[in-house]
């Protein structure tokens, strides 16, 4: 079983960068689908970035061009580099990992995009 914990939120100005990092524990994760959700205020969590264990990489259209995911198994880490950071991107962002289609999650970082 994996234990994710994340790190790198804060708040930003608009066009600003952001990269956040999960540390992944209890498990390698090279078997596992890594990712990263968002769940904005009164809204539903909703997909950011998909890394699967073949290396393909899969975005929500609202971040494509702007966010990059990467993953690193033999650190057991996935990251999150955020670029021209808009307002709508304001929202908790969890890590995910999924094995066997059992998903795990992290508690969560909040990012504030705002002027």
């Known amino acids: 079983q994996v234990q994710l914990v994340e790190s790198g939120g804060g708040l930003v100005q608009p066009g600003g960068s952001l990269r956040l990092s999960c540390a992944a524990s209890g498990s390698s994760i090279s078997r596992y689908v890594m990712g990263w959700f968002r769940q904005a205020p009164g809204k539903q969590r909703e997909l950011v970035a998909i890394?699967?264990?073949?290396?393909?990489?899969n975005y929500a259209d609202s971040v494509k061009g702007r966010f990059t995911i990467s993953r690193d198994n033999a650190k057991g880490t996935v990251s999150l580099q955020m670029n021209i950071l808009k307002p709508e991107d304001t929202a908790i962002y969890y890590c995910?990992?999924?094995?066997?289609?059992?998903?795990?999650w992290g508690q969560g970082t909040q990012v504030t995009v705002s002027s």
């Open positions: 995910y990992a999924s094995y066997l289609t059992r998903p795990y």
């Open positions: 890394a699967s264990t073949n290396g393909n990489l």
